[in-house]
């Protein structure tokens, strides 16, 4: 059965570096989604993604995000400056035509 | 903006027993989700519902899309051990993003 994969499962940075997460979404899918789950707390959405740009952002999506795809395949989520507060688990999706959103096993993003 | 109570927040389960555990919102939603995360693991889709009144089960477990397109419930039948694990709820208003609750624990009683 298809699934969404993420890229690292782990990654430690420190306070002030860029970090770049990696998904790979169902190859069927059209829309794509970032979420991030701060340790112990909801699924909190970030951005969704179609047709090669933002369809909506959140208010956590700020100047220091950024989201591509880069090819066929991956979608990126780009955090330019990071901060301790973006420790989380970020969480990618992709989506049916039936609204039914997949996620990826996760990256856990630990700053320092 | 849009608002998910979940509750219970959690329970303690004994291998058979039916568990029950709801979400309700603020907002009308057009979809409703339920999904179940296990201990650093992404979230797995149990249920999708898509109409008021809809009532779907995917084996042990049966979810409703509430009349009032405001709440939505999820029953998991004859518990075992491997049910455990933190199950959300999750909605979708109009346009693509879901707002999660914050989760049922389902823990086993020793």
């Known amino acids: 059965e298809p699934e969404v994969t993420q890229t690292p499962s782990h990654q430690v940075t420190q306070m002030g570096q860029e970090v770049i997460l990696r998904c790979v979404p169902i190859?069927?899918?059209?829309?794509f989604y970032w979420y991030r789950q701060i340790l112990g707390q909801k699924v909190e959405f970030l951005v969704s993604f179609y047709n090669n740009e933002i369809s909506e952002k959140s208010e956590i999506f700020d100047d220091q995000f950024s989201v591509e795809r880069p090819d066929g395949s991956n979608f990126t989520l780009k955090i330019r400056s990071t901060k301790l507060e973006d420790s989380a688990m970020y969480f990618c999706?992709?989506?049916?035509?039936?609204?039914?959103?997949?996620f990826g096993p996760g990256t856990r993003l630990t700053v320092t | 903006g849009q608002q998910l109570n979940q509750s219970p927040q959690s329970m303690f389960i004994q291998e058979g027993e039916d568990v029950s555990m709801n979400c309700t919102s603020s907002?009308?939603?057009?979809?409703w989700l339920w999904y179940k995360q296990d201990p650093g693991e992404g979230p797995v889709l149990l249920i999708a519902?898509?109409?008021?009144?809809e009532l779907t089960s995917n084996g042990r477990l049966t979810a409703q899309f509430g009349i009032t397109r405001k709440d939505s419930f999820l029953n998991i039948s004859a518990s075992i051990p491997s049910d455990v694990g933190i199950y959300f709820c999750?909605?979708?208003?109009?346009?693509?993003?879901?707002?999660f609750g914050a989760g049922t624990i389902l823990r086993v009683k020793s």
């Open positions: 999706a992709s989506r049916s035509p039936r609204y039914e959103q997949y």
């Open positions: 999750a909605g979708r208003e109009y346009g693509n993003k879901l707002v």
């Open positions: 190859s069927n899918h059209l829309y």
């Open positions: 907002s009308i939603f057009n979809t």
């Open positions: 519902l898509y109409k008021a009144g």
